[in-house]
């Protein structure tokens, strides 16, 4: 069974930054595509980028209200996903989902538990 | 604001059929199949059906899906109170280059 587990959340004022991470096992990560959901508060679910496998391609998408601020990474010899939040506003708060793309071209069959990142002065 | 339009709620008592729609364009829908997520708020949303109408092992059969031209749909056959939840339809988009969520659909069972 593949696991998920997402962390690194917190409160940070606007402007800073966050890093989110997100260990990954029960499946060769080495050949997994990634992706990160969010989900504001009262707000519906919002995909935040992908990232494909080295073998894949390694090509990484956003969305683009995330796009040059958020970057997303990987460390296969650690099985584990990366989110990087620059620039972050108010509105970036929200609860944070690491997933596996188990079925291009961004189905995700797995996802971590959430971690709240919440962006206030 | 997502391209993927749904009902924002709607309620059934059990026994019922509860049809839940998805509403877009030729960029997403029209080109790409349709997936499904079912959310529980605070806890992690789960995939309930994918590529139109597949379900992933452990979904019960009572929950279907389809898909025509630029629209899809969730059924659910007699809902049962633990179906009580949040659901997404989610598809590519050409022209965002990205993976679209709907803008959910809340499921009360009475």
């Known amino acids: 069974e593949v696991q998920v587990v997402d962390s690194g959340g917190g409160l940070v004022k606007p402007g800073g930054s966050l890093r989110l991470s997100c260990a990954v096992s029960?499946?060769?990560?080495?050949?997994?595509?990634m992706s990160w959901v969010r989900q504001a508060p009262g707000k519906g679910l919002e995909w935040i980028g992908r990232?494909?496998?080295?073998?894949?391609?390694?090509?990484?998408d956003y969305a683009a209200p995330v796009r040059g601020r958020f970057t997303i990474s990987r460390e296969d010899s650690e099985n584990t996903l990366y989110l990087q939040l620059n620039s972050l506003r108010e509105e970036d708060t929200a609860v944070y989902f690491c997933?596996?793309?188990?079925?291009?071209?961004?189905?995700?069959?797995?996802w971590g538990p959430g971690t709240l990142v919440s962006v206030s002065p | 604001q997502s391209v993927l339009t749904q009902p924002p709620s709607t309620s059934e008592t059990p026994g019922q059929r509860v049809t839940i729609s998805c509403s877009g364009s030729?960029?997403?829908?029209?080109?790409?199949?349709v997936d499904w997520y079912q959310h529980l708020p605070g806890t992690a949303p789960k995939l309930l059906i994918y590529?139109?109408?597949q379900r992933p092992s452990g979904v019960p059969d009572r929950f279907s899906g389809s898909k025509s031209g630029t629209s899809a749909s969730l059924a659910i056959s007699g809902p049962q109170s633990e179906d009580e939840a949040d659901y997404y339809c989610?598809?590519?988009?050409?022209?965002?280059?990205?993976?679209?969520f709907g803008t959910g659909t809340k499921v009360t069972v009475l």
């Open positions: 997933t596996w793309v188990g079925r291009e071209p961004s189905i995700m069959f797995s």
């Open positions: 029960g499946l060769t990560f080495t050949d997994a595509w």
């Open positions: 990232i494909k496998s080295k073998g894949g391609g390694g090509t990484i």
């Open positions: 030729n960029s997403n829908i029209g080109r790409h199949t």
């Open positions: 590529a139109n109408n």
């Open positions: 989610a598809a590519w988009d050409d022209s965002l280059n990205g993976y679209v």
